[in-house]
């Protein structure tokens, strides 16, 4: 089992910067991918980055170059830090941890609200 806590997040203004943590704890070894999504009310839960046991980072094309993704093995935490807000980044922010063995854990989510 995997758990993960999420942190951060808040209100900001369009233009500002959040940044979420994500404490991972237990079979962390077993940890391949940890990702970052997002859902936004009345809209289906979307992709927003990812980074594997490797480095590999992948994010969604409305995030490059203002959203980062990193973590910090020595406290198994992954961030995502979020630069250049806009309004329609308003969504509540879930970690994803992809296990080797295929299973997934999700965190509990935090609230992201950027106002214009």
């Known amino acids: ?10 209100l900001a ?3 500002g910067s959040l940044r979420l943590s994500c404490a991972a704890s237990g079979m962390i070894f077993r940890i391949n991918v940890m990702n970052w999504y997002r859902q936004a009310p009345g809209k289906q839960r979307e992709f ?18 203002r959203f ?13 830090q979020m630069d250049s807000l806009k309004p329609e980044d ?17 965190g509990q989510g935090a609230q992201v609200t950027v106002s214009s």
């Open 68 to 80: 980062t993704i990193s973590r910090d093995n020595a406290k198994n935490t992954v961030y995502l």
């Open 13 to 15: 203004q369009a233009g």
């Open 48 to 65: 927003v980055a990812s980074i594997d046991r490797g480095g590999s980072i992948n994010y969604l094309a409305s995030v490059k170059g």
């Open 90 to 106: 308003t969504a509540t922010y879930y970690c994803k941890a992809d296990s080797l063995g295929g299973n997934t854990y999700w």
């Open 1 to 10: 089992q995997v758990q993960l806590v999420e942190s951060g997040g808040g």
